[in-house]
């Protein structure tokens, strides 16, 4: 069983940074794919960026491509996502979430963070 806590969100003005953090404890966290994920106000959960286990590779969704990045440090069970460059489409709650290796599906999620981006 995997925990995650998000932590990092807050209010910025657009053209601004920040960058969340997520730790993870239980489980075995560097076998783990990691993503992020985010939910704006009346709209649908949608991926933001995915990290593989080893790091290697990673994804994104297409509006943050150029702007956002994704990074894990598997010693400290933490994976990161620099936001560069916000703007006020990016205002949601940002979760965190864990992929077992042997599943297909996002099986654990955090409580969210959120971030505000003032025009």
């Known amino acids: 069983q995997v925990q995650l806590v998000e932590s990092g969100g807050g209010l910025v003005q657009a053209g601004g940074s920040l960058r969340l953090s997520c730790a993870a404890s239980?489980?075995?966290?560097?076998?783990?794919?990691m993503g992020w994920f985010r939910q704006a106000p009346g709209k649908e959960r949608e991926s933001v960026a995915d990290i593989s286990w080893s790091g290697t590779s990673t994804s994104y969704f297409a509006s943050v491509k150029g702007r956002f990045t994704i990074s894990r440090d598997n010693a400290k069970k933490t994976v990161y996502l620099q936001m560069n460059n916000l703007k006020p489409e990016d205002t949601a709650v940002y979760y965190c979430?864990?992929?077992?290796?042997?599943?297909?599906?996002?099986?654990?999620w955090g409580q969210g963070t959120q971030v505000t981006v003032s025009s």
């Open positions: 979430a864990a992929k077992d290796p042997r599943s297909t599906i996002w099986g654990y």
């Open positions: 239980g489980g075995t966290f560097r076998l783990y794919a």
